[in-house]
């Protein structure tokens, strides 16, 4: 089989998806190659959360970039929904995070006063009963700070949305495609794989922590790495969470018909089992956050290898050593949160090589 495309992109997860669509909304011919199945890494164990300012409290680079981002959300979710024809549960009703103790509570204080400074509608509860009066569901806290712009979206419909929207603006994708080479020949980028060849004057590599398997020829590895991230699937048997809610070292999602727990974050390279340590570290951190889940039903743990690299930035950008070939990969736990931002660069790259990318992003960071 051959193919001459526009732009190839290789990966099919939420990063690849969102790039493909953004492309084919361009009027570029898009072809999206995957190993597996569009969705089913690392983007199948995210829960979607949307909270630059809790990610990035001790990094002002990541939450001044996770809110650039956020503030393309609302275009970027109506955009798959229009394309697709699917519907994409988000919402927008702010994140709650709780300390259990004073100097918890402290810091939760001077991050409410630092958002303050620069704008962000938050609310300090520093009583036990204010906490309370947010989210009934806890097990008492010492305080609590509501982050009134933080959201979320449900993974697995934004991917599949994303993925019909590409679909419906004429892009391809095929399954089964391990990429076993990559090269330049002629002018122009092929793209081997164990079944086909195909060539492409661009192409994206989105490939998450398998990017740095990808044999790319007369190029340095690519500098990403797996972390495993455990995710829990929850029904509670009465009520319900109001919002997403951060307590020590867990995080819950709550939707109509589930609550997601997360997420472990382990360096076991690419081992992706569920383990029992992984299952009860969260089911333990989160009963002793609402002590109503002990009444939970368990639906399915998932699995995920986040995409770490070096520095924990994404790498996004043209690589000067094999001109074409353009990186989005290395999100860690913010693909869900830097999708629209990514998206966005990639398809403006693609179309100018030249197109400024914020230095913390840069791929040329790591001489590629």
């Known amino acids: 089989m051959s193919s001459h495309p526009d732009v190839i992109v290789v990966g099919a997860g939420l990063i690849g998806c969102a790039v493909a669509h953004a492309l084919a909304r361009t009027g570029a011919s898009v072809l999206v190659l995957d190993a597996a199945a569009p969705g089913s890494g690392a983007s199948q164990a995210s829960a979607g959360m949307l909270c630059p300012h809790i990610e990035g409290a001790h990094d002002p680079v990541l939450a001044q970039l996770g809110a650039q981002s956020l503030d393309r959300y609302e275009a970027f979710v109506h955009r798959a929904r229009h394309d697709s024809g699917l519907d994409v549960p988000y919402v927008r009703n702010g994140t709650l995070q709780v300390a259990d103790s004073e100097e918890g509570a402290h810091a939760l204080s001077t991050l409410a006063d ?128 109001r919002r997403v809610t951060w307590g020590n070292g867990i995080y819950l999602v709550p939707w109509a018909d589930e609550l997601l727990v997360g997420a472990t974050a382990e360096n076991v390279g690419f081992d992706s089992r569920a383990t029992v340590a992984g299952v009860m570290q969260l089911c333990t951190a989160a009963q002793g956050l609402v002590p109503d889940l002990h009444d939970a039903a368990f639906t399915e743990v998932r699995v995920g290898l986040r995409p770490g690299s070096p520095d924990g930035y994404p790498l996004i950008g043209v690589s000067h050593r094999l001109p074409g070939l353009v990186f989005a990969t290395g999100h860690y736990r913010n693909g869900a949160l830097l999708a629209p931002l990514t998206a966005d660069l990639v398809a403006d790259i693609v179309r100018n090589p030249s197109t400024p990318v914020p230095p913390a992003l840069a791929a040329s960071r790591f001489d590629l």
Do not use: K, N, Y
């Open 114 to 241: 630092t958002l303050h400074g620069q704008g962000v509608p938050c609310h300090f509860a520093d009583t036990e009963a204010e906490v309370r009066e947010l989210e009934p569901l806890l097990r008492p806290q010492r305080a609590g700070l509501l982050i009134e712009s933080h959201g979320a979206v449900r993974m697995r419909d934004l991917v599949e949305a994303l993925r019909h929207a590409a679909l419906h603006q004429s892009a391809r994708f095929l399954s089964s495609e391990r990429v076993e080479r990559l090269s330049r020949e002629d002018g122009r980028l092929t793209v081997q794989t164990h079944a086909h060849t195909f060539t492409a004057p661009h192409v994206v590599v989105t490939a998450g922590a398998w990017a740095m398997h990808l044999p790319v020829e007369g190029h340095p590895t690519i500098p990403t790495h797996p972390v495993r991230g455990q995710l829990l699937r929850l029904q509670m048997a009465s009520g319900a969470l």
